[in-house]
């Protein structure tokens, strides 16, 4: 068979036939999306559920924690090739795709999401240098190309492109220049993932958003940098583990789970340490000085449940189930810390993004809600079946997992 | 950012104690700037209403119920929420008069403006405009129509700005230093009973110069920062106070 000889040497895969049932599972997401995807290239934004009020919703809300949880792909690059955890060999392959995924799906919805699509390179053609909007164009592209050209040489890998000889040496040269693309990498998201807070921090009309600074930068700039890099190695490992559910196979060991699991957990404790005094400053002085109190910023819909589930629920449990020993060695615990992880940072971009706009601002305004419609879920819906499809072809055709062979032998 | 300052500062004076509500400035906006008519109507929220009449009220059961009305233009602010935000310098603080400028061609669409603005005065175009038939006789020829997927706002109607400067120059006047006849935008010049004033609020002869500086003249959200050239006045004290967030402790402008 001619799918055979793609296979990793040494590695089982499932039967080609079943293999192309998933496939046609996702190729169902992706066409239900891609009907919504030419209605709205065909009519305009128009088709989905945003209006003046909330020009911003679940694309953005969905970009922003796609962005968050693919931040294991610089971080762990960093932890990796930077500070040299060699340990981390073993997942970094899969936190590169998971990136990969995360910010090429990010760019797509983009390209939806703009009301001119055709002029999306206006933003490098005429940029706004005070514009946070500006460096997370520039540094989520740049970005992205640092992640295409860490994923090529897994691509290259592949047992029969493997075999050319050019290829071959292609690959390895790839490899010897990798720290330099982490370390670019590492700057660029760094940056970027700040901006994207900054963009909601410096938004003084919105008292729900805003934020004091350092310098030229809100603390929303250092807590988004946080946040993600919090939550980033958690959903790496969570989408490990969940491929070893799906493929029956053992893909990473435990011993490197439950790091990732402390890596995300430590910094977890150290962004909701600022956190947490950031909404005590920001409800106490910050809100005041805007003449408004901390209870005028929720009502029935957008209550403070969500507050309490980002910091306490989704915050200090999960950090505190990741960091002790005790609780991250017992796998159930792990997994429920990560997840409850990714949750939390989920709800705080869902707050900057829905949150921040559906606040009254002036004092005769009132409340609106927002709901995504059919249009805005079938597209998000495809990305997520999108980088399904780039997740099984790697897993199916790349050695991705180096301890793979030894763990099932 | 520090609020900007130009020599000239279009601004507009609302005494809301004069104002009846009666939309004619939202429909002579309309009509002047080429705003389109939507389809769905009945969605306020996405319609195109760069001037809309907002209703107060004092909360009170008769006989003490007290309504006004708030016309909200584009604040034109000195320190706009929306210029600085924007990726792609769409928008930005006009030297001339100081108005808010919006490049149509230019705006990719990302509504991040309309995130940052807490007037809503920007909107979006989410759909192809269309006219009823005949109806796009009516024109505007100075205005340009607006496509789908870009923001767009009230400019104080800088298209009489630009043809007064042109008058005044050939008549061989100063075209920085325009009477307050020279320039009227649309909802200005329709308002029935004079509720709306505008001219240069920097020219101590031009009448909104001596209204701002009312005990009664406020501004929308001051404390924000976003330093608005639009001023509204009341004598009622409680349509003062919900001109901004007053915490209950708080004392009201002109009291």
Redesign the interface.
Known sequence: MLDKEWIPEGVERCSFGKFIVWLGLIGAVLLWGLYATIKIFA????VTGL??????GLWITFDLAVIALGAGAFFSGFLKYIIRVDQLKNIINLAVIVGFICYSGAMLILTL????PL??W??Y????V?????EV?FCITCYCTVLIIEYIPLILENRKLNKIRFLHHLAHNFHVYMPLFAGIGTFLSTFHQGSLGG?YG?????PFAFREGFFIWPWTFFLFVFSAIASGPAFTMLVATLMEVITGRKLVDYKTKALMGKIAGTLLGAYLFFKILDTWFWATDTL??????FDQMFNDVYGQWLLWAELGLCGIIPAILLIVPKFRNIPALLYIGAILDCIGVCINRFVFTVQ??ALP?????KW?SYTPNWAEWATTFEIIAYGALVLSLSYRYLPVFPQEKKLNS | ?QVKEFKVKWGMVVDLDKCTGCGACMVACQAENNIAPVTEGS?K???LTWMLV????NGKDFPEHDIAY?PRPCMQCGKP?CS???????TTKDEEGGIVSQIYP???????C???????A???????PVWPEGMDKTLNISTSVR?????EKCTFCHHRFAAAKEKARMEGRDPMHLEEEDYIPACVEVCPTGAIVFGDLNNPEHKVAKLAKSRYAFR??E????DPQVYYMSKREWVR???????EN?KTKGE
């Open positions: 009519n305009g934004i128009g209006d003046n009020y909330f020009g911003f999401d703009i009301g001119q002029r999306a206006f933003g053609w005429h940029p706004n005070h514009s946070m909007l500006t164009i963009m410096v938004l003084f009309g919105r005041p000085r805007m003449g408004l109190t921040t706009i601002v002036m004092p005769f305004d609106y | 950012m969605n929220l996405r319609t907002y209703e107060l009220s708030l929420s600085t935000v924007c990726p792609v310098v769409a230019r705006c990719i669409g990302c509504r991040y309309m995130a940052a603005c807490p007037y809503h920007r909107y979006f175009n989410w759909f192809d496509p789908r997927g870009v923001v929308l959200l404390r924000l920062g976003t106070r919900q001109g901004d967030n007053y915490l708080e």
